[in-house]
């Protein structure tokens, strides 16, 4: 099975993708995780994206098509994965569907989770809270600097796959498991 996750940030991908992972048995493949893990190691690539990161703006399209071609080809993904917030632009959903078909593979669906801009703003606030701080992008003006971002260069997305047959709309503003029984539902 592979799927994306779509979404604005707060949406709940990451927490969908954790259960679909358990379901599945197949990784999630989070750009933001990755991100934050170099940015945290201090790796050349994550001394160049810490201050895009932190002001809520996108790592060049290069950059992430780059390490997520990298990562689909470690072995546990050889049965699949769901990807965590990639594609989040055009130019990056064509690069995907490039790097597909060169390793002779195709996306099962993409999950188009729908969530209202206020409340997830809420969401991250709370989030913030909750972990005291840990991400330097949660909060409320790098926010809606993302969400912004979102409606621009990711909401697009959703008719580039709808034209493609491969679009699920769910609604994310449900309890956890109700988003993940139609997430369910919707790709099998
Ligand atoms: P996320 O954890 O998916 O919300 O991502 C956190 C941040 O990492 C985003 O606000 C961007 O700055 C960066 N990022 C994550 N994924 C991508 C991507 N596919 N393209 C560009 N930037 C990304």
Request: aromatic residues 4%; charged residues 30%; negative net charge.
């Amino acid at each position: 099975m592979r799927l994306v996750l779509l979404g604005p940030p707060g949406a709940g991908k990451g927490t969908q993708a954790q259960i679909l992972v358990e379901t599945y048995d197949i990784p999630q493949l989070s750009t933001g995780d990755m991100l934050r893990a170099a940015i945290k190691a201090e790796t050349p690539l994550g001394l160049e994206a810490k201050a895009i990161v932190d002001r809520g703006d996108l790592v060049s399209d290069t950059i992430v098509s780059g390490i997520i071609s990298e990562r689909m080809d470690e072995p546990d993904c050889a049965n699949g994965f769901i990807l965590d917030g990639f594609p989040r632009t055009i130019a990056q959903a064509e690069s995907l569907d490039d790097m597909l078909d060169a390793k002779g593979l195709k996306l099962d669906a993409v999950v188009e989770i729908k969530a209202d801009p206020e409340i997830l703003i809420e969401r991250i606030i709370n989030r913030a809270r909750e972990t005291g701080g840990a991400r330097a992008d949660d909060n409320e003006d790098v926010l809606r600097k993302r969400l912004v971002v979102y409606n621009e260069q990711t909401a697009p997305l959703v008719s580039f796959y709808a034209k493609q047959g491969l679009l699920r709309s769910v609604d994310g503003m449900k309890p956890i498991d109700e988003v993940t029984a139609s997430i369910k539902a919707a790709i099998e």
